[in-house]
């Protein structure tokens, strides 16, 4: 009976999605986990931008923020940029000029704007339907008119005629009379002919384009209009500044409208300078009035408490869809599935393996159910399933960053080989120009774990602290059971964050230009 109990759990675990897009639109909320004050954060009415590696809930949060809207009666259109355009709009021939490419994914993200907008109006009670669709129009005339650019010839012909008859006669026989007679006739004709040769492009006018949102804003009042763009990364980078200045000229000072953009932050340009002083795109801090990191959410102030409370709600809110109908008296509640699922400490590991990365752990919890089959699952089993979920999916993601790898191995060689620890510190200049350490976070082979750390010996000096993915070490802790790694530098993963008596940062920093030359 055991068994068969312990084989539907990890069947569960196996059913969970890995993208919040391919659950069923009803669960999203219901299986969604705030951590800490995010929540709050993204529900205020501020124009934001939400930051966060892949896989750490972004598109969870905001099908959740859309649901949280439509409960209060206010009207979220969400937007998933990975579908917008097709092979002639963004990823246009790259020979044609970036304006041309730009105002073609301005039109296409205009039309997915407005088809959702009048599924608004179809679907739902508003408070001025006709208005709505007037603006709905606006929208659509605003997103696609179109100009001729190339050479104008015109042609003007003027002809005329004219005519006069007079004549005078008298005649004897066989009676006298006279007679006379006068004429008159006058023609003329003009023709004039405008021809334009050359070739129609698209062109957005923000006017325009700004009356009309303020007509569909007005509309839909008092109910407040969340714009929710997902996937911004997905646009090609040099095209993503365009996007941003729509957003700043047409959208962002209507009252009564919030946008919420979703982005990856190493893969985001959301303004370039002109060269005049001024910008193309959105200046965040300012036009957009903050940003929220999800990496640093998931941190959970590095408590581990706090960390296992959130992955063990997670884990719970998903399966349970699935466990009410596999089997009788489903667990209750998240520590009593932890309890029945995994074996003593095999939840904490499988906490540190996913590094606080949502989509990473639900993974590796899957593998390591595999591994499990009808039984609870072991420490074993999750770094039997880390390793593989390392080999699978994250290190192929920098098979062609050829320096990447290079300095993923060095580090491993000195952190965890020769100073037997997961963590390190680097200084923030030698960071900076070491762009590569950049890369491995964006893949999630390092992590940050602390940013600005002070060393008090030299004021002027600020180390990032960051941590080794734990896939990238866990085949010594398979192969070798008595390798340990050493708790100096552990004070970087406690709440405090305070280092240890006669630490020297100076001494203690990873010398990234000797060490990656």
Not at 255 to 262: E, F, P, Q, R, S
Not at 273 to 284: A, D, F, K, Q, R
Not at 387 to 397: E, F, G, H, V
Request: include cysteine; charged fraction near 25%.
């Amino acid at each position: 009976m055991a068994t068969g109990r312990h084989q539907h759990l990890n069947q569960a675990l196996l059913r969970i999605p890995r993208r919040a897009e391919n659950s069923a639109r009803h669960t999203v909320s219901s299986t969604y986990v705030e951590a800490g004050s995010l929540a709050a954060l993204l529900h205020s009415t501020d124009h934001q931008i939400l930051y966060g590696r892949r896989g750490t809930g972004k598109t969870h949060a905001l099908l959740h923020l859309a649901d949280i809207a439509t409960s209060l009666s206010d009207v979220p259109v969400y937007v998933d940029l990975r579908t917008i355009g097709s092979a002639g709009g963004i990823h246009a021939d790259s020979t044609l000029p970036a304006t041309e490419r730009g105002t073609r994914l301005l039109i296409d993200t205009l039309e997915d704007v407005h088809d959702g907008l009048l599924s608004v109006a179809m679907d739902r009670e508003i408070a001025d339907p006709s208005g709505l669709l007037r603006g709905l129009d606006a929208l659509a005339e605003a997103a696609t008119s179109v100009k001729v650019v190339g050479e104008v010839e015109r042609e003007t012909t003027i002809g005329g005629t004219s005519e006069s008859v007079r004549s005078a006669g008298f005649t004897m026989a066989p009676r006298p009379s006279l007679t006379a007679s006068t004429g008159s006739r006058r023609t003329s004709t003009a023709q004039s002919r405008l021809v334009r040769t050359g070739v129609e492009q698209h062109h957005v006018l923000f006017g325009p384009l700004s009356r009309a949102t303020r007509k569909i804003v007005r509309a839909l009042g008092p109910a407040r209009l969340w714009l929710l763009l997902d996937e911004w990364s997905s646009v090609p980078r040099e095209l993503q500044p365009f996007l941003a200045d729509l957003l700043r000229r047409a959208v962002l000072p209507i009252g009564g409208l919030t946008v919420k953009i979703a982005a990856i932050e190493r893969r985001s340009q959301f303004a370039t300078p002109t060269g005049t002083g001024e910008y193309v795109g959105i200046e965040v801090g300012s036009d957009a009035a903050s940003s929220v990191d999800l990496d640093a959410f998931l941190a959970f102030d590095n408590s581990e408490t706090t960390a296992k409370e959130f992955f063990a709600r997670l884990f719970h809110n998903h399966t349970s869809v699935w466990l009410r109908t596999m089997v009788k008296d489903p667990p209750r509640d998240a520590a009593r599935f932890v309890e029945e699922c995994f074996r003593r400490s095999a939840f904490l590991e499988l906490v540190r393996a996913g590094e606080g990365v949502p989509r990473d752990a639900i993974n590796i919890a899957a593998l390591a159910a595999q591994h499990a089959h009808d039984r609870p699952i072991g420490v074993a089993d999750v770094r039997r399933a880390a390793r593989d979920w390392y080999l699978r999916d994250k290190q192929t993601a920098i098979s062609g960053n050829h320096p990447a790898r290079a300095a993923l191995r060095a580090l491993v060689d000195e952190v965890v080989g020769h100073r037997r620890a997961r963590t390190f510190v680097v200084d923030q200049l030698a960071r900076d120009r070491a762009g590569v350490l950049e890369d491995l976070h964006d893949a999630r082979m390092l992590h940050l774990l602390r940013r600005g750390i002070a060393d008090p010996h030299h004021p002027g000096s600020l180390y990032d602290a960051f941590a080794i993915d734990y896939g990238c070490y866990v085949s010594l802790l398979l192969d070798d059971p008595k390798f340990q790694v050493r708790g100096r530098g552990d004070w970087l993963n406690s709440p405090n964050g305070v280092p240890p008596e006669g630490f020297r940062f100076a001494r203690a920093a990873i010398d990234l230009a000797t060490l990656l030359r």
